[in-house]
Nanobody, 124 residues
Framework: QVQLVESGGGLVQAGGSLRLSCAASGRTFSMYAMGWFRQAPGKEREFVAA????????YYADSVKGRFTISRDNAKNTVYLQMNSINAQDTAVYYC?????????????????WGQGTQVTVSS
């Protein structure tokens, strides 16, 4: 199993940038594909981005493609989400997720494990 703790959320102005972090417990972090989801008020949770165990594959939702970048540092057991050109529609609770096994890429992550979430609020 893996435990996930997100950080880095907060209040940011539209057009600004923010970097979220997700720290994972356990020595098997590199065995998991990792990703980010978000849930805006009154909406269902939606996929944002995913990255393979070695960072060789990434996949993004169309709504964030070109603005957000997912990366990971297996030595630090951490996955990141760099958010640029943030807009009001990015306001949401952002969740880190992990998928066990060989994620093939080109599809949203299956969330086998979840963090508690971190709030991102965009002000205009």
């Amino acid at each position: 199993q893996v435990q996930l703790v997100e950080s880095g959320g907060g209040l940011v102005q539209a057009g600004g940038s923010l970097r979220l972090s997700c720290a994972a417990s356990g020595r098997t972090f590199s065995m998991y594909a990792m990703g980010w989801f978000r849930q805006a008020p009154g909406k269902e949770r939606e996929f944002v981005a995913a990255i393979s165990w070695n960072g060789g594959k990434t996949y993004y939702a169309d709504s964030v493609k070109g603005r957000f970048t997912i990366s990971r540092d297996n030595a630090k057991n951490t996955v990141y989400l760099q958010m640029n050109s943030i807009n009001a529609q990015d306001t949401a609770v952002y969740y880190c997720a992990a998928e066990a096994g060989a994620w093939p890429g080109a599809r949203p992550l299956r969330g086998d494990y979840w963090g508690q979430g971190t709030q991102v609020t965009v002000s205009s």
